[in-house]
């Protein structure tokens, strides 16, 4: 026991030295997973204080298979991979094109042991949970590629170790993150407003399709630029799940700065008013330069600006409220004077 006790403990030191580890104010924290980046989920068991899982969450979904291809030789010979887009704590993305018509498309790579969340289908085989909701979606809208909000999966490959998810790629198009900087590190409120008034329309209908994101920031949100008007893409599903009505989560998947308040007060969110919670986010950030922390913001540290519009404001007030009972549905938000 004792040597065993002695190689688990050496074990922990050579990770820490290795910097997969760091432990800051009571809370554990992956290094190479940035909370800019694709984002990671903590369990909470008191007030301050978290612990990472790697737990896999099953459920029941229906899985069209027409999409589904399992040989690598498939993928070589129906896609061309350049270079790469981004990578994140759930699989990294290039860029490529579909042979056949030099189509662009965006290649997602997810190692079978990033796959945090998992569906069960009919015959009880599990898969990737993001796999699930975007087979899910694009049976719903079927010959809607380049329509939807939410980008669309082409195809899917199951190479065993890893899959491969072949998705739309608008071009031209930036995330909004680097869509602000372009515009002078902020946005003006009218074209924060093209932009929001999208997004909450575009996470409304997930939700009622019963899809829950999780992750909405800059980072995943998408700007189409090949038009006077800029259109909203949603990307990355890596961390979404199937929601049932008045469903209560006690882990945290999503980015840790936007950590709704009720997770660290009740250890626990829900589905509408965290969506809310990150649309004020969004909104926040695309108005002002600097990042949004929630637990900065809890402690006034940071402000909204007073020059905005009092509607504007109104709008932000109210999906950044720090009780979630008093947030605004997203039905509500589609109402807001500020989007009319």
């Known amino acids: 026991m004792a040597k065993e006790s002695r190689g688990r403990q050496q074990r922990v030191t050579q990770e820490k030295k290795k910097g997969m580890w760091t432990r800051t104010k009571n809370q554990w924290q992956t290094k190479n997973v940035s909370s800019k980046q694709l984002g990671f989920y903590i369990q909470g068991r008191a007030k301050g204080t978290f612990r990472l899982q790697r737990r896999v969450i099953c459920v029941t979904a229906v899985i069209k298979q027409d999409l589904l291809f399992v040989c690598s030789g498939e993928f070589q010979a129906r896609y061309v991979e350049e270079h790469q887009l981004g990578e994140g704590g759930c699989g990294a993305v ?3 094109y579909r042979i056949e018509d030099r189509f662009p498309v965006a290649i997602k790579h997810i190692p079978k042991n990033k796959v945090y969340c998992k569906v069960a289908d009919e015959s009880g085989k599990k898969l990737s949970v993001e796999v699930a909701i975007m087979v899910k979606l694009a049976g719903e809208a079927e010959g809607s590629v380049g329509i939807s909000a939410p980008v669309s999966l082409l195809e899917w490959f199951d190479l065993g170790k890893e899959l491969i998810l072949v998705l739309e790629r608008p071009v031209p198009a930036v995330d909004l993150q680097k869509y602000k900087a372009e515009n002078g590190r902020t946005l003006t409120e009218d074209k924060a407003k093209v932009i929001l008034k999208q997004l909450v329309d575009a996470v409304k209908e ?25 259109r909203v893409r949603i990307i990355d599903f890596g961390l979404s799940c199937f929601v049932k009505q008045r469903s209560l989560y006690r882990i945290f998947y999503g980015t840790p700065l936007h950590i709704p308040p009720e997770w660290y007060i009740r250890s626990c969110y829900r589905c509408g008013p ?53 947030r605004p549905t997203l039905e509500e938000l589609q109402l807001h004077p500020w989007l009319r």
């Open 274 to 326: 965290t969506t809310v919670w990150q649309m004020g986010v969004v909104l926040y950030e695309a108005l002002h330069a600097r990042y949004f922390s929630t637990a900065r913001f809890l402690t006034k540290k940071l402000s909204i600006k007073k020059r905005l519009s009092t509607e504007c404001r109104n709008f932000l007030d109210a999906c950044l409220a720090i009780v979630p009972e008093k």
């Open 206 to 230: 997930l939700e009622d399709k019963h899809i829950f994101h999780r992750d909405i920031k800059g980072q995943n949100i998408l700007i189409e630029t090949g038009s006077d008007v800029p």
């Open 94 to 96: 290039f860029a490529g």
